[in-house]
Protein backbone atom coordinates (compact mmCIF):
# COMPACT_ATOMS: atom_id res chain seq x y z
CA UNK A 1 0.00 0.00 0.00
CA UNK A 2 1.12 3.44 -0.69
CA UNK A 3 0.63 6.17 2.04
CA UNK A 4 1.46 9.47 -0.50
CA UNK A 5 -2.41 10.56 -0.36
CA UNK A 6 -2.54 14.30 0.58
CA UNK A 7 -5.27 16.51 1.52
CA UNK A 8 -4.79 20.63 1.16
CA UNK A 9 -7.27 22.91 3.21
CA UNK A 10 -6.33 26.42 1.30
CA UNK A 11 -7.83 29.75 1.23
CA UNK A 12 -9.13 30.80 -1.82
CA UNK A 13 -7.51 34.08 -1.64
CA UNK A 14 -4.16 32.73 -0.34
CA UNK A 15 -2.96 31.66 -3.90
CA UNK A 16 -1.14 29.20 -3.36
CA UNK A 17 -1.86 26.90 -6.72
CA UNK A 18 1.73 26.25 -6.47
CA UNK A 19 1.46 23.93 -3.44
CA UNK A 20 -0.03 21.49 -5.27
CA UNK A 21 2.34 21.41 -8.16
CA UNK A 22 5.05 20.93 -5.88
CA UNK A 23 3.57 18.33 -4.27
CA UNK A 24 2.94 16.19 -7.07
CA UNK A 25 6.58 16.65 -8.35
CA UNK A 26 7.61 14.71 -5.83
CA UNK A 27 5.00 11.88 -6.69
CA UNK A 28 2.22 12.77 -4.00
CA UNK A 29 -1.61 12.67 -4.74
CA UNK A 30 -3.11 15.97 -3.85
CA UNK A 31 -6.71 17.19 -3.34
CA UNK A 32 -7.13 20.76 -2.61
CA UNK A 33 -10.02 22.31 -0.64
CA UNK A 34 -11.86 25.19 0.91
CA UNK A 35 -11.94 25.32 4.40
CA UNK A 36 -15.93 25.24 4.15
CA UNK A 37 -18.08 23.91 7.17
CA UNK A 38 -18.13 20.17 5.94
CA UNK A 39 -14.46 19.59 5.76
CA UNK A 40 -14.80 16.87 8.19
CA UNK A 41 -17.32 15.19 5.81
CA UNK A 42 -15.03 16.36 2.81
CA UNK A 43 -11.88 14.42 4.89
CA UNK A 44 -13.96 11.23 5.54
CA UNK A 45 -14.96 10.89 1.70
CA UNK A 46 -11.18 11.73 1.06
CA UNK A 47 -9.51 9.44 3.84
CA UNK A 48 -6.03 11.07 3.01
CA UNK A 49 -2.86 10.20 5.05
CA UNK A 50 -1.92 13.55 6.00
CA UNK A 51 -3.60 16.69 5.86
CA UNK A 52 -1.70 20.45 5.39
CA UNK A 53 -3.77 23.24 6.89
CA UNK A 54 -2.96 26.97 5.00
CA UNK A 55 -5.17 29.05 6.61
CA UNK A 56 -4.62 32.73 7.93
CA UNK A 57 -7.86 32.84 10.09
CA UNK A 58 -6.70 30.97 13.47
CA UNK A 59 -10.19 30.65 14.44
CA UNK A 60 -11.09 28.54 10.96
CA UNK A 61 -7.98 26.68 11.16
CA UNK A 62 -8.28 25.79 15.32
CA UNK A 63 -12.11 24.90 14.74
CA UNK A 64 -11.00 22.30 12.18
CA UNK A 65 -8.15 21.05 14.24
CA UNK A 66 -10.54 20.50 17.04
CA UNK A 67 -13.08 19.06 14.97
CA UNK A 68 -10.40 16.35 13.28
CA UNK A 69 -8.83 15.51 16.30
CA UNK A 70 -12.20 14.73 18.21
CA UNK A 71 -13.84 12.31 15.22
CA UNK A 72 -12.51 8.54 16.17
CA UNK A 73 -12.22 8.46 12.14
CA UNK A 74 -9.84 11.31 12.09
CA UNK A 75 -7.90 11.79 14.81
CA UNK A 76 -4.79 9.50 14.01
CA UNK A 77 -4.56 11.68 10.32
CA UNK A 78 -1.20 13.91 10.95
CA UNK A 79 -2.36 17.17 10.67
CA UNK A 80 0.34 20.09 9.39
CA UNK A 81 -0.20 23.63 9.99
CA UNK A 82 1.10 26.51 7.99
CA UNK A 83 2.04 29.08 10.66
CA UNK A 84 4.75 31.67 11.60
CA UNK A 85 7.25 30.63 14.59
CA UNK A 86 6.38 34.32 16.15
CA UNK A 87 2.46 33.27 16.34
CA UNK A 88 3.36 31.73 19.49
CA UNK A 89 -0.32 32.11 21.11
CA UNK A 90 -1.91 30.81 18.37
CA UNK A 91 0.59 27.64 18.27
CA UNK A 92 -0.13 26.61 22.05
CA UNK A 93 -3.97 26.66 21.12
CA UNK A 94 -3.20 24.34 18.31
CA UNK A 95 -0.68 22.34 20.26
CA UNK A 96 -3.53 21.74 23.29
CA UNK A 97 -5.76 20.91 20.33
CA UNK A 98 -3.42 18.11 19.04
CA UNK A 99 -1.77 19.48 16.20
CA UNK A 100 1.03 17.40 14.87
CA UNK A 101 3.59 19.98 13.57
CA UNK A 102 4.33 23.14 11.84
CA UNK A 103 4.99 24.53 8.46
CA UNK A 104 6.68 27.79 7.71
CA UNK A 105 4.29 30.01 6.01
CA UNK A 106 7.40 30.42 3.62
CA UNK A 107 8.26 26.81 3.55
CA UNK A 108 11.44 25.35 1.81
CA UNK A 109 10.35 22.21 -0.41
CA UNK A 110 13.21 19.83 0.98
CA UNK A 111 11.67 20.82 4.17
CA UNK A 112 8.40 20.81 3.50
CA UNK A 113 8.74 16.94 1.57
CA UNK A 114 11.02 15.86 4.53
CA UNK A 115 8.71 17.00 7.37
CA UNK A 116 5.63 14.93 5.01
CA UNK A 117 7.18 12.06 4.45
CA UNK A 118 8.24 11.90 8.12
CA UNK A 119 4.71 12.05 9.83
CA UNK A 120 3.38 10.06 6.46
CA UNK A 121 6.30 7.14 7.69
CA UNK A 122 4.84 7.11 11.20
CA UNK A 123 1.17 6.76 9.69
CA UNK A 124 2.72 3.46 7.76
CA UNK A 125 4.18 2.62 11.07
CA UNK A 126 1.07 2.95 12.86
CA UNK A 127 -1.04 1.24 10.08
CA UNK A 128 1.27 -1.67 10.26
CA UNK A 129 1.19 -2.03 13.91
CA UNK A 130 -2.58 -1.42 14.33
CA UNK A 131 -2.84 -4.87 11.63
CA UNK A 132 -0.30 -6.75 13.96
CA UNK A 133 -2.37 -6.02 16.40
CA UNK A 134 -5.62 -7.15 15.09
CA UNK A 135 -3.87 -10.15 13.59
CA UNK A 136 -2.44 -11.17 17.20
CA UNK A 137 -5.55 -10.74 18.44
CA UNK A 138 -7.26 -12.99 16.33
CA UNK A 139 -4.75 -15.36 16.83
CA UNK A 140 -5.09 -15.47 20.42
CA UNK A 141 -8.59 -16.40 20.08
CA UNK A 142 -7.90 -18.47 17.20
CA UNK A 143 -5.29 -20.33 20.02
CA UNK A 144 -7.74 -19.80 23.18
CA UNK A 145 -10.74 -22.05 20.91
CA UNK A 146 -7.80 -24.86 19.81
CA UNK A 147 -6.78 -24.86 23.43
CA UNK A 148 -10.72 -25.09 24.67
CA UNK A 149 -11.00 -27.96 21.83
CA UNK A 150 -7.78 -29.67 22.91
CA UNK A 151 -8.95 -29.74 26.47
CA UNK A 152 -12.49 -30.56 25.59
CA UNK A 153 -10.57 -33.93 23.24
CA UNK A 154 -7.90 -34.58 25.85
CA UNK A 155 -10.91 -34.88 28.59
CA UNK A 156 -12.84 -37.17 26.57
CA UNK A 157 -9.43 -39.44 25.94
CA UNK A 158 -9.28 -39.60 29.60
CA UNK A 159 -12.46 -40.46 29.73
CA UNK A 160 -12.57 -43.02 27.01
CA UNK A 161 -8.72 -44.64 28.85
CA UNK A 162 -9.59 -44.37 32.08
CA UNK A 163 -13.25 -46.51 30.89
CA UNK A 164 -10.56 -49.15 29.78
CA UNK A 165 -9.08 -49.96 33.50
CA UNK A 166 -10.93 -52.57 34.97
CA UNK A 167 -13.59 -51.38 37.74
CA UNK A 168 -13.79 -54.49 39.15
CA UNK A 169 -12.03 -57.73 38.30
CA UNK A 170 -15.01 -59.96 38.86
CA UNK A 171 -14.48 -63.82 40.40
CA UNK A 172 -10.76 -64.87 40.17
CA UNK A 173 -10.50 -67.78 42.24
CA UNK A 174 -8.10 -67.47 45.23
CA UNK A 175 -7.05 -64.11 44.26
CA UNK A 176 -7.67 -60.55 45.58
CA UNK A 177 -6.43 -57.44 43.95
CA UNK A 178 -5.78 -54.01 44.83
CA UNK A 179 -4.67 -51.42 42.02
CA UNK A 180 -4.23 -47.78 41.86
CA UNK A 181 -4.42 -45.87 38.54
CA UNK A 182 -3.14 -41.92 38.68
CA UNK A 183 -1.79 -40.91 34.71
CA UNK A 184 0.71 -37.93 35.08
CA UNK A 185 -1.33 -36.03 32.99
CA UNK A 186 -4.63 -36.09 31.02
CA UNK A 187 -3.90 -39.17 29.42
CA UNK A 188 -0.69 -41.36 29.52
CA UNK A 189 0.38 -44.39 28.30
CA UNK A 190 0.15 -46.98 31.59
CA UNK A 191 -3.10 -49.51 31.11
CA UNK A 192 -2.93 -52.74 32.60
CA UNK A 193 -6.02 -55.72 32.27
CA UNK A 194 -6.79 -58.87 34.81
CA UNK A 195 -8.42 -61.71 32.83
CA UNK A 196 -9.51 -65.54 33.25
CA UNK A 197 -7.77 -67.75 30.43
CA UNK A 198 -9.46 -70.67 31.18
CA UNK A 199 -11.01 -72.04 34.73
CA UNK A 200 -7.68 -72.68 36.12
CA UNK A 201 -5.66 -70.05 34.55
CA UNK A 202 -5.30 -66.37 34.94
CA UNK A 203 -3.46 -63.61 32.74
CA UNK A 204 -2.42 -60.11 33.89
CA UNK A 205 -0.32 -57.78 32.12
CA UNK A 206 0.48 -54.23 32.58
CA UNK A 207 1.60 -52.24 30.22
CA UNK A 208 4.15 -48.66 29.50
CA UNK A 209 3.69 -46.63 26.60
CA UNK A 210 6.87 -44.61 25.87
CA UNK A 211 6.48 -41.16 26.73
CA UNK A 212 3.39 -39.67 27.96
CA UNK A 213 0.40 -37.56 26.00
CA UNK A 214 -1.92 -38.17 23.32
CA UNK A 215 0.27 -40.55 20.83
CA UNK A 216 0.91 -43.12 24.08
CA UNK A 217 -2.89 -43.18 24.94
CA UNK A 218 -3.53 -43.89 21.72
CA UNK A 219 -1.22 -46.90 21.21
CA UNK A 220 -1.87 -47.68 24.95
CA UNK A 221 -5.60 -47.65 23.36
CA UNK A 222 -4.64 -49.86 20.67
CA UNK A 223 -2.88 -52.87 22.50
CA UNK A 224 -5.78 -53.22 25.32
CA UNK A 225 -7.99 -53.69 22.37
CA UNK A 226 -5.61 -55.86 20.48
CA UNK A 227 -5.09 -58.43 23.64
CA UNK A 228 -8.23 -59.99 23.75
CA UNK A 229 -9.59 -63.20 24.69
CA UNK A 230 -11.65 -63.83 21.68
CA UNK A 231 -10.00 -66.31 20.02
CA UNK A 232 -12.35 -66.15 17.05
CA UNK A 233 -10.83 -62.80 16.49
CA UNK A 234 -6.99 -64.24 16.68
CA UNK A 235 -6.62 -63.25 20.03
CA UNK A 236 -2.30 -63.24 20.86
CA UNK A 237 -3.00 -64.82 24.00
CA UNK A 238 -5.44 -67.78 23.27
CA UNK A 239 -5.64 -69.84 20.02
CA UNK A 240 -7.96 -72.35 18.94
CA UNK A 241 -6.61 -76.37 17.94
CA UNK A 242 -8.24 -79.06 16.84
CA UNK A 243 -8.17 -81.11 19.40
CA UNK A 244 -9.35 -81.24 23.34
CA UNK A 245 -10.16 -78.58 24.93
CA UNK A 246 -9.69 -76.67 21.60
CA UNK A 247 -8.02 -74.22 22.86
CA UNK A 248 -4.35 -73.22 23.56
CA UNK A 249 -3.11 -70.78 25.66
CA UNK A 250 -0.24 -68.87 24.75
CA UNK A 251 3.16 -69.40 27.03
CA UNK A 252 4.36 -65.07 27.66
CA UNK A 253 7.49 -65.98 25.57
CA UNK A 254 6.02 -66.49 22.56
CA UNK A 255 3.26 -63.19 23.25
CA UNK A 256 6.18 -61.04 23.47
CA UNK A 257 7.99 -62.28 20.26
CA UNK A 258 4.39 -61.76 19.07
CA UNK A 259 4.19 -58.27 20.21
CA UNK A 260 7.71 -57.26 19.18
CA UNK A 261 6.65 -58.28 15.21
CA UNK A 262 3.51 -56.43 15.65
CA UNK A 263 4.08 -53.14 17.01
CA UNK A 264 8.11 -52.79 15.84
CA UNK A 265 9.38 -49.08 16.76
CA UNK A 266 9.94 -48.39 12.87
CA UNK A 267 5.85 -48.10 12.20
CA UNK A 268 5.06 -46.67 15.13
CA UNK A 269 7.99 -44.25 16.37
CA UNK A 270 6.43 -45.44 19.73
CA UNK A 271 8.28 -48.83 22.21
CA UNK A 272 6.46 -49.96 25.32
CA UNK A 273 7.12 -52.29 28.37
CA UNK A 274 5.41 -54.88 29.76
CA UNK A 275 5.00 -57.70 32.62
CA UNK A 276 3.20 -60.26 30.88
CA UNK A 277 1.77 -63.38 33.45
CA UNK A 278 -0.22 -66.65 33.63
CA UNK A 279 -1.31 -68.03 36.90
CA UNK A 280 -2.57 -71.30 37.45
CA UNK A 281 -4.55 -70.61 40.16
CA UNK A 282 -5.53 -74.30 41.26
CA UNK A 283 -1.74 -75.33 41.83
CA UNK A 284 -0.13 -71.17 42.00
CA UNK A 285 2.62 -71.93 39.17
CA UNK A 286 3.35 -68.29 37.69
CA UNK A 287 4.86 -67.94 34.24
CA UNK A 288 6.11 -64.41 33.01
CA UNK A 289 8.11 -62.55 30.90
CA UNK A 290 9.25 -58.76 31.29
CA UNK A 291 10.17 -57.10 28.43
CA UNK A 292 12.34 -54.12 29.93
CA UNK A 293 8.96 -53.52 32.33
CA UNK A 294 10.10 -52.37 36.21
CA UNK A 295 11.04 -54.85 38.31
CA UNK A 296 7.61 -56.66 40.00
CA UNK A 297 8.64 -57.77 43.92
CA UNK A 298 6.80 -60.42 45.28
CA UNK A 299 6.01 -60.58 49.08
CA UNK A 300 6.19 -64.00 50.18
CA UNK A 301 3.94 -64.62 53.68
CA UNK A 302 7.25 -65.03 55.78
CA UNK A 303 8.03 -61.67 54.71
CA UNK A 304 11.05 -62.91 52.41
CA UNK A 305 11.54 -60.40 48.75
CA UNK A 306 11.71 -61.91 45.37
CA UNK A 307 12.21 -59.75 42.48
CA UNK A 308 11.17 -61.10 39.39
CA UNK A 309 13.59 -60.12 37.47
CA UNK A 310 13.80 -62.01 33.74
CA UNK A 311 15.51 -60.66 30.90
CA UNK A 312 13.76 -58.74 27.91
CA UNK A 313 14.39 -55.21 26.04
CA UNK A 314 11.00 -52.96 25.12
CA UNK A 315 8.43 -54.33 22.63
CA UNK A 316 9.42 -52.47 19.30
CA UNK A 317 13.00 -53.56 18.87
CA UNK A 318 14.91 -56.06 16.80
CA UNK A 319 17.55 -57.33 19.14
CA UNK A 320 19.99 -60.54 18.89
CA UNK A 321 19.03 -62.06 22.31
CA UNK A 322 15.34 -62.23 22.80
CA UNK A 323 13.45 -62.47 25.93
CA UNK A 324 13.34 -65.22 29.13
CA UNK A 325 10.32 -66.67 30.33
CA UNK A 326 10.05 -67.68 34.13
CA UNK A 327 8.37 -69.91 36.10
CA UNK A 328 8.00 -69.71 39.94
CA UNK A 329 5.08 -70.98 42.57
CA UNK A 330 2.77 -68.69 44.83
CA UNK A 331 1.78 -69.40 48.27
CA UNK A 332 -1.20 -68.68 49.87
CA UNK A 333 -0.48 -65.37 51.89
CA UNK A 334 1.92 -64.42 49.03
CA UNK A 335 1.45 -60.82 47.50
CA UNK A 336 2.93 -59.34 44.11
CA UNK A 337 3.35 -55.85 43.49
CA UNK A 338 3.53 -54.38 39.54
CA UNK A 339 4.10 -51.01 39.24
CA UNK A 340 4.89 -48.90 35.65
CA UNK A 341 8.47 -46.28 36.25
CA UNK A 342 5.91 -43.43 37.62
CA UNK A 343 5.84 -45.19 40.95
CA UNK A 344 10.03 -44.69 40.84
CA UNK A 345 9.56 -41.03 40.24
CA UNK A 346 7.70 -40.22 43.29
CA UNK A 347 9.15 -38.38 45.87
CA UNK A 348 8.73 -37.81 49.97
Same mark, same amino acid.
Given at each position: MTY??????????????NLKKVLRKYGYEVVEKCPENNYVSEILKEMPHIILLNISNHNTYLQI???LKENDKTKGIPILLF???? +??? =?? @????? %? #????????????????????????????????KKAKKALEQSL???????N?????????? +??? =?? @????? %? #???????FLWTFKPSGKVGGDIFDVFMLDEDHMGLYIIDVMGHGVASSMLA??????????IDRVSPLKRKTDNPPYYEIIPPLEVANYLNKRFPFTKYQHYFTIFYMILNVKTGVLRYIRAAHPTPILV??????????????????????????KTLFLEPG???????DGLLELRD
Open positions: NKILAFIEENEGNGIKALDER +KKE =ER @LKAID %L #GINDFLKEVCDEKELVFKINNHLRIVKLETDYVTIKNQKELVHNLTMAS +KIQ =EA @LIPKN %L #GDIPNCSVALSEFLILDRSSGELVELDGYGTPIGFEFTEGYEEDNLIIYT
